[in-house]
């Protein structure tokens, strides 16, 4: 177990719609980092969070949101759902510096 | 551009038997190179980190090389397990910035370990 929750683990939508992925980090971690990985690819950075604040951007589309709270959990707004945003959603948390990242089991998502 | 290759893309070994992960990267200014396990389906796992001055690491049966200078890491496996099926990720990070933002993922050995 790392220590990270990451909640739904499935979810079915259509496109267009609005969805909330939420990630709870391992206790003491203050780093928040949210994946894409489609299938067969690679894990695509989207974005992290360092203690409430927003750290670094990666390939994140305008169409995605994200935040940190004060309690460190983070969630993951998508909207205008399209079919190739189907993918597994994976929160990390980190300690920092040289440390690993531990992730959660990640969100399926399937936009039909 | 930062790169991670791995090879081969897939593997299919016998149990008991061993095996070797091939990283190569272009990332640069180097800090560290993590290797992570990932079963189907679930989160990445770390098995091991190691920094420019370090050319071997071991965790149990897996044991991670470096040649910083020619760029290189493998990924051994000794004595193969079924529950050793899975994806094995290597992940390069770039000195100087926070962890996690400019690590650069390769796309993985998806390792199948038969009985």
């Known amino acids: 177990d790392s220590g990270v929750t990451q909640t739904p683990k499935h979810l079915i939508t259509a496109t267009g719609q609005r969805v909330t992925l939420r990630c709870s980090p391992r206790s003491g971690d203050l780093s928040v980092y949210w994946y894409q990985q489609s299938l067969d690819q690679g894990l695509q950075f989207l974005i992290q969070?360092?203690?409430?604040?927003?750290?670094a951007k990666g390939n994140i589309l305008e169409r995605f949101s994200a935040q940190q709270f004060p309690d460190l959990h983070s969630e993951l707004n998508l909207s205008s759902l399209e079919l190739g945003d189907s993918a597994l959603y994976f929160c990390?948390?980190?300690?920092?510096?040289?440390?690993?990242?531990?992730f959660g089991n990640g969100t399926r998502l399937t936009v039909t | 551009k930062n790169q991670v290759e791995q090879s081969p893309q897939s593997l299919i070994i016998l149990e008991g038997k061993n095996c070797t992960l091939q990283c190569n990267y272009t990332v640069s200014p180097f800090s560290n190179l993590r290797w992570y396990k990932q079963d189907t389906g679930r989160g990445p796992v770390s098995l091991t980190i190691m920094t420019f001055s370090e050319n071997t690491k071991s965790n149990g049966r897996y044991t991670a090389t470096l040649d910083a200078d020619t760029k290189q890491s493998s990924l051994h496996i000794t004595a193969s397990q079924l529950s050793d099926s899975a994806s094995y990720i290597c992940?390069?990070?770039?000195?100087?910035?926070?962890?996690?933002?400019?690590?650069?993922f390769g796309t993985g050995t998806r390792l199948a370990v038969r009985p």
């Open positions: 992940v390069v990070s770039a000195k100087g910035v926070s962890s996690g933002d400019k690590l650069t």
């Open positions: 969070y360092y203690n409430g604040e927003e750290r």
């Open positions: 990390a948390s980190s300690a920092g510096g040289g440390s690993p990242l531990h």
